[in-house]
Nanobody, 113 residues
């Protein structure tokens, strides 16, 4: 089972930017697809963006034009560049495969003035 560790969260002002990192324990090209998910208190976990093994990208409507998912194959790392952050982006962000069976600690993103 692949191990994934998220990092890069923090406190930012509305309109600010953050880059999240997801370090994988295996070659990310061996994984069919990876994605970023988020969960705000009292709400369901939702899919934010995905990148498959061929580099195909998909985004949730609420982040299109603001967030970019990318990868560094040599570093076995997937990134989420988040720009133009809004208070409603506040959540714990998780990295996982397209078929998650467990979840890590995630990384907290807080967007507030």
């Amino acid at each position: 089972q692949v191990q994934l560790v998220e990092s890069g969260g923090g406190l930012v002002q509305p309109g600010g930017s953050l880059r999240l990192s997801c370090a994988a324990s295996t070659n990310i090209l061996s994984i069919d697809a990876m994605g970023w998910y988020r969960q705000a208190p009292g709400k369901q976990r939702e899919l934010v963006a995905t990148i498959n093994r061929f580099g195909r990208l998909n985004y949730a409507d609420f982040v299109k034009g603001r967030f970019t998912i990318s990868r560094d194959i040599a570093k076995n790392t997937v990134y989420l560049q988040m720009n133009s952050l809004k208070p409603e982006d506040t959540a714990v962000y998780y990295c996982n495969t397209d078929a998650p069976d467990s979840w890590g600690r995630g990384t907290q993103v807080t967007v507030s003035s």
